[in-house]
């Protein structure tokens, strides 16, 4: 399974767990991530490069692909798979779309169609930027912060989601550094985001995608 397909379950698995009511975080939880929240670079633009493997049940050798991705504040995230098949994701408020190599659309869900799609959105957000206010409203919430850096465990507070989720594991200081997600049915992925950097501004040919 490439990592755009991981995206595409996780806005899946989000988009039935926005239909359930939110829930406040605890006092602790909030505590927690609000010192996350002082450590985590609060800029409008992050790039970087990742490299996921994937462990599905029953197979011996892991799944890996890599390349790199942009989180843009009000705008979204790219997703960019480089290796082993080309593909791209894009994830903005009102809409979703992955296009393969060659530039054709091969997915797409807006908002139109599905109004919750834009706190779906919001939720792939929130954890590629560690955003801890939506964080908290969807997930029990715990962890620690340390000198050298931070972990967050959440876990769904949805049992619709529940069924494909376990739990994920983020870790961090200025940036996320890494993404533990395991599936409710054994599988699991392991994100290592690379060289993450603050930029003020969208780049050109990224700002594009999100026309």
């Known amino acids: 399974m490439r990592v755009t397909s991981w995206l595409q379950a996780f806005a899946l698995a989000m988009y039935a767990l926005v239909l359930a009511s939110a829930h406040a975080a605890e006092p602790a939880a909030r505590e927690l991530l609000a010192k996350v929240r002082e450590r985590v670079q609060d800029a409008p633009v992050v790039r970087g490069g990742f490299d996921q493997l994937k462990t599905v049940k029953g197979f011996k050798q892991p799944l890996r692909s890599s390349g790199d991705f942009v989180v843009a504040r009000g705008k979204g995230i790219v997703w960019h798979v480089l290796r082993p098949f080309e593909s791209t994701l894009v994830v903005r408020p009102d809409s979703l779309q992955s296009r393969g190599s060659d530039g054709k659309l091969t997915m797409q ?36 912060v340390a000198v050298k850096g931070w972990s967050l465990h959440l876990v769904p507070r949805d049992p619709t989601l529940a069924q494909w989720l376990s739990a994920v594991e983020l870790q961090g200081n200025q940036f996320v550094q890494e993404i533990r997600l395991q599936e409710a049915r054994g599988d699991a992925s392991v994100i290592r985001v690379l060289s993450p950097v603050a930029e003020n501004v969208l780049r050109p040919q990224d700002a594009a995608q999100f026309e």
Request: glycine share 2%; no cysteine.
């Open 109 to 144: 869900m807006r908002a139109q169609d599905e109004p919750v799609l834009r706190t779906v959105n919001a939720m792939l957000f929130a954890v590629m930027s560690a955003n801890p206010a939506e964080l908290a409203q969807h997930f029990e919430v715990t962890g620690q």
